[in-house]
């Protein structure tokens, strides 16, 4: 028997993947941008009425929040974006959703998801950070500890704007760091969900059952095109974070984490699932197929886990000077840009992060196997970073 989720909703992933080129925002060509830019890709949404702007606040620096809003369906969708201003991976997606609304007015998802919900959106809640491309607001606080305290601006508009609507389902859009690996598969970790906990005790109510019927659904979607690639967050309570508290609150909420990709440092291909698992999930809660989704499906889905680094020296021999012995050794780098503070210019760091056996992690970038061949031991220190055009140095020939 062919199920509703086989044959309508695994269709029109299909058919968004195949079609995503010709519907995606044009002229986003770096993941490194600034609220002036996200508005410019904004403005032929505006001018052809896809969604409805209000303005919510301003962040501490006076940049304008807004929320957009867009179908009069019953059931209300809250989702907001880059409350870390250097996570601005699903704030793309986000903007491909918009191009998408706006190209295709009469696709059959268009349609039903305008007439069936209200999505209120939010992308972008903290221009600050994005400006700057750090995580903390312009006041240096982790917006996603304030939720209770409320101390910033931006949190307070969050917590107004999910009081004012009383949303049904929300979404809270982040990046991960890249190196996650899924489980302990050896593989990278696209996406990670998570439908948060409202306690300690981690137990379900209905508003979190509800929450991971909509991540079975997302689940399912991704599964499609990221079969080995799609992880979950351990379900700790946060008592200080938004989606812990929009859930306690009684907004089903799930948290998406844009992980890494390898070869796609803007993040490309993680804008694209995002859209795609946005979309269909969202036709999906639209037609009331995600409220029968099967939990199982979320609940299997292995814990994320921090088993990948972006460069492996693997099998190298380590020996300094004033050692008898040699040992056997594999390296774990990370790269990282930096100010250096010598030039003013922005450069390519590299940091030594383990050593020993690395045979369960994977690289983001590059394995190299030395072959046995001897490390510079003078180089070879933990936490050290250096200039990552200098890595070839670490092996003695390499
Ligand atoms: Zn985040």
Redo the contacts with the bound molecule.
Sequence with gaps: MTTFFQSTIQSLATELFKSYDSYKASGIVSSRFTQAEMLQWLHPFIDQHVFEKSVLGTSAEGREIALYSMGDGSAKVLIWSQ??GD?PTATMALMDIFSFFTKNPEHIAAKTIREKLTLLVIPMLNPDGAERFT?RTAQMIDM?RDALALATPEAKILKNTRDTYQPEYGFNL???EPRYTVGTTQKITAVALLAPATDVSRGDNSVRLRAKRVASTLAQVLNLFIPENLAKWDDTFYSTAFGDNIQKWGTSTVLI?SGGWRGDSNKFFIRKLNYIGLLVTLYAIAVGESSKADVAVYEKIPFNMKLGCDYIIRNAVLKASNQTVSVRVDIGINFDKRINVLTGQMDDYATIMEIGDLSAFTALEKEVNANGGELDADLIKIDHSFSAGKIELLLKRM
């Design positions: 409350m870390h996570e995580r996603n982040h990046d991960q984490e």
